[in-house]
């Protein structure tokens, strides 16, 4: 790790970092802009709520569903490889999706992005570790990646709007492929080769059997309001998806080389916090989803505006961590977990009861600005606590399982949620159904076990 380091230089270790960074922040880019573009994409598309929500979900499914195969392949084959390829696939997904005439091309450009993310992301992780000696510099580059996230998320916002509303919905997508494609080619020139010692045989089969699985229990999901529970559209799927998730289980258990080692998921400190993030992500995703059609929908905001409007959610999210980090690591994670989704709850319900018209300084921006900080403050706790109880040796494949809740729920699951409720019913629906599954995680949260001054798990 240090000959990498040193052979490159200075300067080579610098480049490197800031390529590997590069794919942090077109994710982060990515998940917001698509958001606030989604509105006039379906307008321009003429798609029903129900169906325009594919955009998002699809890139969630193929990011999540993948994400611990990606690692798994840059163990294998090379982790500059990987997040070279990676970068190629989501340029080439973001060229397909600003180009596509409808839906039925939409989605697998959606799906190819997020296959490229999975493959960049665990990989450029991977190799800041081999670029940068540990210590102090490598603590700073890996902070430096987290920020890049943040920002890439802050510059969704912006950039989603503004390109939306000044040229259009293809834009947002168009926009990410010259910057991806650089940083793909500039990958091999600026990053050394990096394997794992002894590298797991890749698990296609789990990643192919639980994303098929996700995918069609999403669609029959959807289908429940507009075709009804008995219908041959909305049974078939939901009985397909439940038999390839049983399929993957049983597969898991038997293959040598499992993409989940469910005896992992016995670590209780592993098994809460994956739960916990996955209903934290999905609470966020209320704010993502149903947030941006409700700005730019009955409160008529412009993309621009809606992106600026949802911006200080953000802004608290990326400072509040920050500066409460000293405070966070004294307090018991159960107190902790339970006072960030009471207040998750709290502002989901007061969003709930937002008039029409609304007044942004008074009606929105209080509760956006709690939530920013209820949902930033939990997600750092869980992620400790994700590892908290995990043997050292296993702590990168319990941030893998963590993460793909993380993508999962909030990415897919979350999305075809809010527009299965909103089908059905509307916007205070969808937000009421957010702070239930935020007061089911203070419940999971008062039921923890332990000494409320440990670092205990959340159930």
């Known amino acids: 790790m240090a000959t990498a380091s040193s052979s490159l230089g200075a300067r080579g270790v610098a480049l490197g970092v800031a390529v590997a960074c590069t794919a942090q922040f077109l994710i982060g880019v990515d998940g917001l802009a698509v958001a ?4 006039t994409v379906q307008r321009d598309l003429a798609l029903a709520a129900i169906d325009a929500q594919w955009v998002l979900t699809a890139f969630g499914l193929a990011f999540g569903g993948s994400l611990l195969l990606g690692g798994r392949l840059g163990d294998l084959y090379g982790r500059r490889r990987l ?31 997020g296959l490229g993310a999975a493959a960049a992301v665990p990989a450029a992780l991977a190799l800041i570790g081999s670029l940068v ?3 102090p510099a490598r603590t700073r580059a890996l902070a430096l990646m987290a920020a890049m996230t943040s920002v890439g998320v802050m510059t969704g916002l912006l950039i989603g709007g503004v ?22 080619l500039a ?12 590298p797991l045989a890749p698990d296609v089969a789990g990643a192919l059997l639980v994303t098929g699985g996700l995918m069609a229990i999403i669609f029959g999901a959807t289908r429940l309001e507009h075709a009804g529970a008995a219908a041959v559209v909305t049974v078939v799927p939901l009985l397909v998806g439940a038999a390839l998730l049983a399929g993957f289980v049983a597969w898991e258990r038997r293959t040598r080389s499992p993409l989940v080692r469910f005896e992992m998921l016995g670590v209780r400190s592993l098994r809460s916090a994956t739960l916990g993030v996955g209903i934290n992500a999905i609470t966020f995703t209320s704010i993502v989803y149903v947030g941006t059609l409700y700005l730019q929908g009955p409160l008529d905001y412009s993309p621009i505006e809606a992106g600026l409007a949802v911006l200080p959610l953000d802004a608290v999210a990326f400072v509040v961590p920050l500066l409460a980090a000293g ?14 989704f009471a207040l998750s709850a709290l502002g989901l319900l007061s969003l709930a009861r937002t008039p029409t ?13 709690l939530l920013g900080a209820s949902m930033s403050i939990a997600f750092v706790v869980l992620t400790h606590e994700a590892v908290a109880e995990v043997d050292p040796d296993d702590n990168v494949v319990a941030s ?13 699951i979350g999305v075809a949620l809010y527009a299965t409720v909103l089908a059905a019913s509307d916007y205070r629906a969808a937000f009421l159904t957010a702070a239930a599954l935020a007061a089911v995680g203070v419940t999971l949260a008062l039921l923890a076990r332990g000494r409320p001054d440990a670092a205990e798990p959340l159930a």
């Open 36 to 39: 606030i573009a989604l509105p």
């Open 83 to 113: 997040l070279s390829l990676g970068m190629a696939l989501f340029a080439c997904g973001s060229a397909v999706a600003g180009l596509a005439p409808g839906l039925v091309v939409l989605v697998p450009g959606r799906m190819l992005q």
């Open 133 to 135: 000696p540990s210590g």
């Open 163 to 184: 390109l939306t509303q000044l040229l259009g919905w293809r834009s947002v997508f168009l926009v990410m492929v010259p910057v991806a494609a650089v940083a793909a």
């Open 187 to 198: 990958v091999p020139r600026v990053l050394p080769e990096a394997r794992a010692d002894e």
């Open 327 to 340: 405070a966070v690591a004294r307090r018991s994670p159960r107190a902790l977990l339970a006072g960030c």
């Open 357 to 369: 018209p609304a007044t942004f300084w008074t009606d929105l921006l209080p509760p956006l600005v």
């Open 400 to 412: 893998g399982i963590f993460e793909t809740s993380n993508h999962l729920f909030g990415g897919a």
